[in-house]
C-alpha cells in the first residue's frame, strides 16, 4: 500500500473514533467555549478538537512509516520528518495552554515564533524562490522570511475559524491542493504522506465540526492546521529540480490570508489595536448580509477550492 494512502486511511480512522471520545471528555470535565459578543455559537460547545486531529495525523505518519519500502520515503529525509513532528507536538501543546487558560495575542505570538524558529532549525525552510525568472537564492533571507510565513499562515486559519466546518473545510482543501502541486512537481515521501496524515485527520473530524458543530477544534487545531499548511506550501516550493513558483502557495491559502491581510489594514488604518477581535471577518460579513452559516460555509468553501484549482494549474 502506497505511504500516502495508509497514512491517509489510518489519520481518519483515528479522527472518526477519537473525536467522540474528545468531545466526551471535554463536556466532562467543562472544557467549553462559552458563547461571547463576537462568536457565532448561541450554546456552549466542547472544545480541543484539535487534540483528536493531532493524534489522528501522528498516527497516520506512524502507518506510512510502517508501510514505507525499505530505504525509501520518511526515513530517507529523517530532518524533515523529525521537524514536522517536533514542530507539531511544540504547536500542540501552545494552543492546548490557549484553549485551557487563555494567552495574551503577544504572547501567543511570541509561542508560535519560538515554534517556527524551532521548525526551520530542523530542517524545513524556504532556500530559494523559482519561477519564470529562474531560481533566486535567498541566502541570509531564508530563516526570517521561513518564519514569519509560519506564523503568518498559522493565524490566518485561525482568524478564519470562525464558522462551524468553515477553517477545516479550507484547510482540507489546501492540503488536496497541496498534495496534487507536490505529485505533478514529483513529489517526495515525506510531503505527501504528512499532507495525507493531515487530510485524513481534519477528514475524520470535520463531520463533528459541521454546523450545528457538536464539537470546536480550538486554537490548538487551528493553529495546527496553520502549520501543517505552510510547511506543505514550503515544501512544494522547494523539492525537485524545479519547486512551484512561490505564488501557488499563496493562491492555495489566499483565502485565509486575504482574509488576515484586510484584518489588519482595517484595524491599523481604525487605529484599533492589531491583535484586537472583530466581526468583521469575511464569514461574518456573509452572516450579516443574509446568508445562513451553512451557505456562508459552503461559499467560502467554493471561493478556496477555486483558489486551490488556479494554484495547481499554474505551480509549475
Not at 482540507?172 to 517526495?188: D, P, Q, R
Not at 482595517?266 to 468583521?280: C, L, Q
Request: proline share 5%; net charge neutral; hydrophobic share 60%.
Amino acid at each position: 500500500m502506497p505511504t500516502p494512502v495508509a497514512a491517509l486511511i489510518v489519520a481518519f480512522i483515528a479522527a472518526v473514533l477519537l473525536t467522540p471520545l474528545v468531545r466526551f471528555l471535554a463536556k466532562s470535565r467543562g472544557l467549553l467555549d462559552e458563547p461571547a459578543e463576537r462568536k457565532i455559537h448561541d450554546v456552549a460547545i466542547p472544545r480541543l478538537g484539535g487534540i483528536a486531529i493531532a493524534v489522528a495525523f501522528y498516527m497516520g505518519l506512524a502507518a506510512a512509516l510502517i508501510v514505507e519500502s525499505p530505504g525509501a520515503g520518511l526515513l530517507g529525509a529523517s530532518n524533515q520528518l523529525v521537524a514536522v513532528l517536533v514542530g507539531v507536538a511544540l504547536i500542540v501543546c501552545v494552543g492546548i495552554v490557549d484553549d485551557l487558560f487563555g494567552m495574551r495575542a503577544r504572547a501567543k505570538l511570541s509561542a508560535q515564533t519560538a515554534v517556527a524558529i524551532v521548525v526551520v532549525l530542523l530542517g524545513i525552510s524556504i532556500d530559494h524562490l523559482d519561477g519564470p525568472w529562474g531560481r533566486i537564492a535567498l541566502g541570509a533571507w531564508s530563516i526570517p522570511l521561513t518564519v514569519v510565513w509560519f506564523v503568518l499562515v498559522m493565524n490566518a486559519i485561525n482568524l478564519i475559524d470562525g464558522l462551524d466546518g468553515l477553517a477545516p473545510g479550507v484547510a482540507l482543501i489546501g492540503m488536496v491542493a497541496f498534495y496534487l502541486i507536490a505529485s505533478v512537481g514529483g513529489a517526495t515521501p515525506p510531503i505527501a504522506a504528512v499532507v495525507a496524515a493531515a487530510a485524513g485527520g481534519v477528514l475524520g473530524f470535520l463531520p463533528f465540526n459541521l454546523y450545528p458543530a457538536s464539537i470546536i477544534m480550538g486554537d490548538t487545531g487551528s493553529i495546527l492546521l496553520g502549520l501543517l499548511l505552510a510547511v506543505a506550501g514550503v515544501a512544494v516550493t522547494q523539492s525537485g529540480s524545479v519547486g512551484a513558483a512561490p505564488w501557488a502557495s499563496l493562491l492555495v491559502l489566499g483565502l485565509p490570508l486575504a482574509d488576515t491581510a484586510w484584518a489588519i489594514i482595517r484595524r491599523a488604518t481604525s487605529g484599533a489595536a492589531i491583535f484586537a477581535p472583530d466581526k468583521r471577518h469575511l464569514h461574518h460579513r456573509l452572516l450579516a448580509a443574509g446568508l445562513s452559516q451553512r451557505n456562508a460555509m459552503l461559499l467560502l468553501w467554493v471561493i478556496s477550492a477555486l483558489l486551490g484549482l488556479a494554484a495547481v494549474l499554474a505551480a509549475h
